[in-house]
């Protein structure tokens, strides 16, 4: 089984920045593929960015909505992925969850397997 916890969620200003961690425990964590999903009031759960890694290679995927905002990374060392959000706008105000899947990335958060408890990013304009 794999656990995951989010942290870093908060309160900013439009324009400003925050950075999200995912801490992963109980398996291996370069076995997984990892997705950041948000959440917001009313609405469906849709794919923020995610990370695979192959035969040494890293994968980086990210939503057209925060492509070039939004910086995906990992530390295999603290079994951590990160979700560094930049330029924040009030649209990215939900909750935010790192979630794991074997096998290949996808954008569809049915496919995955284990999901943290979620961390609430609010963004004022």
């Known amino acids: 089984q794999l656990q995951l916890v989010e942290s870093g969620g908060g309160l900013v200003q439009s324009g400003e920045s925050l950075r999200l961690s995912c801490a992963a425990s109980g398996r291996t964590f370069s076995s997984y593929v990892m997705g950041w999903f948000r959440q917001a009031p009313g609405k469906e759960r849709e794919f923020v960015g995610g990370?695979?890694?192959?035969?040494?290679?890293?994968?980086?995927y990210y939503a057209d909505s925060v492509r070039g905002r939004f910086t995906i990374s990992r530390d295999n060392a603290k079994n951590t992925v990160y979700l560094q959000m930049n330029s924040l706008k009030s649209e990215d105000t939900a909750v935010y969850y790192c979630?794991?899947?074997?096998?290949?990335?996808?954008?569809?958060?049915?496919?995955?397997?284990?999901w943290g408890q979620g961390t609430q990013v609010a963004v004022s304009s």
């Open positions: 990370i695979s890694w192959s035969s040494g290679d890293t994968y980086y």
């Open positions: 979630a794991a899947r074997r096998g290949a990335f996808s954008d569809r958060y049915i496919y995955y397997d284990y």
